[in-house]
């Protein structure tokens, strides 16, 4: 299927085929040997129902002192570096010259969803959010610069990227749904969502 535009969120379907999605499952099983996925919780305490971690940098936290970008994984760990795989997958469809400098990694196992929100923790908001699904498909919610008012869903596929930027960069969107086990990618399912970011501002120095 062609990329295709929603609300100014570019789709691009089957980004990756089947055997660069196995390719890239094995270095995000690396990162995870290093950086233990975990269950953020809210700022109001409550766990979510997704399990994180991240490369890069930074990676995102969130806990009872709220969202932010920390230069190590809860375990005191360095974050593993982000995968040359991704690092080229940001190239080929970011559509901007700088760097990402944090990768994070989201795994949806059977009843995890996502509720909107928007992605703004970063120093840079005209830098846009490229994010790659893999495993089971996802509705994917798009929302407004506001909460609330209509939104569009989309299905997403394993290896579709989805990039969030310039006017769509603050819409408020969200993962609705799983559908567990629609696809074979991961052998008990589930579904990762990576997304890469520019989340420290240039004067931060080297990136990587
Ligand atoms: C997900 N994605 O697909 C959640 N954020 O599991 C996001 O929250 C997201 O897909 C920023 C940009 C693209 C995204
Ligand atoms: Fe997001």
Known sequence: MEPFDIRGVRIVPGALDASAQVDLLGDLRAVAAR????HPE???????????TSA???????DRRGYRYEPRHPSGADWPPIPDRLLSLWR?????????????????????RMG???????????QPVLSLSLGDAALFRIGNLERGGRTESVWLHSGDVAV???????????????????SRLLPDGGRINVTMRVALPPAAGARG
């Not at 305490?45 to 994180?52: E, I, K, L, Y």
């Not at 080929?92 to 990768?103: K, N, R, S, Y």
């Open 56 to 62: 890069g940098r930074v990676g995102w936290v969130s």
């Open 92 to 112: 080929a469809h970011a559509g901007t010259a700088a760097p990402p400098d944090t990768c994070l990694v989201n795994f949806y196992g059977e009843g995890a």
């Open 42 to 52: 809210t700022a109001r305490g409550r766990r979510m129902s997704v399990r994180m």
């Open 116 to 126: 909107m929100h928007q992605d703004r923790d970063e120093a840079d908001l005209d």
């Open 164 to 182: 969030l930027g310039g006017k769509a960069r603050l819409l408020h969107h969200g993962i609705d749904r799983v559908r567990h086990g629609s």
């Open 35 to 38: 950086a233990p996925l975990f």
